[in-house]
Every structure is written in C-alpha cells, then in structure tokens.
C-alpha cells in the first residue's frame, strides 16, 4: 500500500528555514495530492498546505508568504521550503495523500511526522 516517509525536520533558531521532504512509496506520486499538516502539543493537527498533481496550492492563512510546497515526480517527492520560522511553527510535521489527484478533499493516507523545533 502507500506509504509516506516525512524528513528534513529539525532544530531552528527564530527567523531560520528548513525543508521537508515527503517520499511517497508504492505508487506514483502523481495519483495523489498531497498535504502537509502540523501538530503542537496541547492543539489540534492544523494543515498547513496542500499541493495537486496540477500544481494547485493552497495554504494556512498564518503561513502563506512564508511557505512554499512543491512537487518533484521523478523524486516521488513533495516538498515543503519554511522560511522565517517562528516558535508558533514548531511542531510534528505531517504529510498526508489523497486519491484524488486534482483536490485536497480526501488525505487519507499519513505519515509518521518529522519535527520541527524553533529555538533560541
């Protein structure tokens, strides 16, 4: 079945980047959409972004200017580029597919998390 690995999280100051990495395993990424959503302790899971196999996207207003997602077919790989990084973007960092490809209606399909940790 599909399986998704997240990667790329890690430890941050205030203001740095980081890139995650979403590697889809089994089938094609372009079957599917892809989203990434953010847990915190004590909050509930938040999407963060979402990403077609068009190149539609569509973001959390609190990231949106900040964050990019993108898609590599040949990789099989979604990506996430976070820029000016702060604490209230810390958290586990989920990527989630769907089945249909063209909209982030349905993301049935997780992964595991990689975290992100913004820090002085």
């Known amino acids: 079945q599909l399986q998704l690995v997240e990667s790329g999280g890690g430890l941050v100051q205030p203001g740095g980047s980081l890139r995650l990495a979403c590697l889809l395993s089994?089938?094609?990424?372009?079957?599917?959409?892809v989203g990434w959503f953010r847990q915190a302790p004590g909050q509930d899971r938040e999407r963060v972004s979402c990403i077609t196999v068009d190149g539609g996207r569509n973001y959390a207003p609190t990231v949106k200017g900040r964050f990019t997602t993108s898609r590599d077919a040949a990789e099989n790989t979604v990506f996430l580029e976070m820029s000016d990084l702060q604490p209230e973007n810390a958290g586990v960092y989920y990527c989630a597919a769907g089945p249909n490809a063209g909209r982030c209606d349905i993301l049935d399909y997780w992964g595991e998390g990689t975290t992100v940790t913004v820090s002085s």
């Open positions: 089994n089938f094609p990424l372009d079957w599917f959409a």
